[in-house]
């Protein structure tokens, strides 16, 4: 089918990217998978298993972690780029699960060669550190991982002596001598952390995860590829190219809420070197933002309501994590944050996302700037301290009681929640082009349609 989220202009050059504007969880699952239908390859960038991304198709929910969003529209080409940290049994897992649903992911699939593979070490790491920190400076030092070994896999990333990627998953000779050679470094590191965090540790055999991960590059081999030429090469057909972002602005490691933060580039930024494209070539890129704010894990949150509106955001929007399940912290819109990402993504538009959980609230509030003792600023600040201590300036509007799911445009929807959507594009300075009511493809509002 055609999507509705077409480009606007012939005159923009016919790349995309979406990406988050939050703390994660906005909703780009279901905007990559419209804009899929006008795209010939979509390409996820960041970030690993971390990442899960929900599609509603019919009465069907598709949880994503790995694979690109456009795997459920037939004809596309999905690449996982060289800067996506790669878990092999859950890859593998996801290609199963996506077949016994009844979707074809063949060649189809495209994994890049050069992307790093997480580990169990990288896994162990993760919640060994959260415990050490804990053990050494108390719970409030503590992260808030998922504990996918995502962190851990980039650090080995940066290290570089100590770091696997799927090329080396296809050389069982070579990466026998790998995995021995790290297991024993990694060994002595984790017992040391473990020791801090007063927690038991287990060696782990590089032999025998030599041989588990050797059959794993066996069964993605038909997958790996160049995903760079790939992409150059369809590029240079005159393919349409979508970029899939994992996370959410807030939480890139140079400009987010550091050090509450995931370990990848997760603007438009982080595109250029973890796909392999040189700059200037994305002509459009779709902001994705919640109608109101949510992170999981630790950091501050200065919009966070723990009271009876927190718990209707929750409930309403379903807001418990797509790959842990855990629950998310709710609070209003914080403008501050999403004009500093808007900003560094270089949003040309964005999308408003659950923009029906906010249904049948008397009074809505959005805030505009931050209090940070004496002071008052509308920039989003560095310094952790800052952001833990910022009191929020919130404007108050009027709510909306009706619901406005079954809302098919956007002159459908009560006045009250037109202008919100104005003040959001007012501040930022990006124009709102799309509005969703509802987890379905079909509820999704173009502006002027």
Not at 11 to 18: E, G, K, R, W
Not at 171 to 180: F, N, T, V
Not at 369 to 381: A, L, S
Request: glycine share 12%; aromatic share 4%; proline share 5%.
């Amino acid at each position: 089918m055609s999507s509705s989220l077409a480009p606007r202009s012939a005159a923009l050059p016919p790349h995309t990217a979406v990406t988050g504007l939050q703390w994660g969880d906005e909703g780009k699952g279901k905007i990559v998978d419209l804009l899929a239908a006008d795209h010939d390859v979509i390409v996820r960038y960041n970030g690993g298993a971390n990442a899960g991304h929900s599609v509603v198709i019919g009465d069907r929910r598709y949880a994503l972690h790995l694979v690109p969003c456009g795997i459920l529209t037939a004809g596309r080409l999905n690449l996982i780029g060289n800067g996506v940290v790669v878990d092999p049994p859950l890859l593998l897992e996801e290609i199963a699960s996506l077949r016994a649903a009844g979707v074809t992911v063949d060649q189809n699939l495209r994994l890049s060669e050069r992307a790093h593979v997480v580990l169990p070490w990288h896994k162990q790491a993760d919640a060994l550190m959260e415990a050490a920190m804990a053990a050494a400076a108390g719970e409030a030092s503590k992260i808030g991982t998922t504990g996918r070994g995502i962190g851990p896999c980039y650090a080995d990333k940066a290290i570089r002596s100590t770091a696997i990627r799927v090329v080396d998953l296809l050389d069982p000779a070579g990466l026998r001598l790998k995995l021995r050679r790290i297991a024993a470094v990694k060994n002595a590191m984790l017992a040391g952390l473990a020791n801090l965090a007063g927690m038991p540790f287990e060696t782990i055999d590089g032999e025998a995860l030599a041989a588990e991960y050797a059959a794993h590059g066996a069964a993605l081999a038909p997958h790996v590829a160049d995903t760079a030429a790939l992409l150059h090469e369809a590029m240079a057909d005159g393919k349409r190219v979508l970029f899939e972002g994992g996370n959410g602005a807030l939480l890139d490691v140079d400009h987010g809420s550091y050090p509450f933060v995931t370990s990848s580039s997760t603007t438009s930024l982080g595109i250029y070197p973890g796909a392999g494209l040189p700059g200037g070539r994305i002509g459009r890129l779709v902001g994705i933002v919640k109608a109101y704010s949510t992170r999981v894990g630790g950091g501050p949150l200065p919009t966070e309501l723990d009271n009876a509106v927190g718990a209707h955001l929750r409930e309403r929007g379903r807001e418990f994590g797509t790959t842990t399940g855990r629950p998310r912290r709710c609070g209003w819109l914080d403008l501050v944050a999403l004009k500093h990402s808007a900003r560094l993504s270089g949003a040309t538009e964005l999308a408003v996302m659950l923009l029906d959980v906010l249904a049948g609230l008397e009074g809505l509030q959005i805030c505009t700037h931050y209090r940070i003792g004496d002071r008052v600023i509308d920039r989003f600040p560095a310094a952790i301290e800052d952001l833990a201590t910022a009191q929020p300036v919130l404007v108050k509007l009027p709510g909306f009681s009706a619901e406005i799911s079954a809302c098919r445009r956007w002159e459908d929807l009560p006045a009250a929640a037109r202008a919100y959507v104005g003040v959001i594009e007012n501040y930022v300075g990006v124009p709102v082009s799309t509005v969703s009511v509802g987890p379905e493809r079909g509820q999704t509002l173009m502006r002027g349609r």
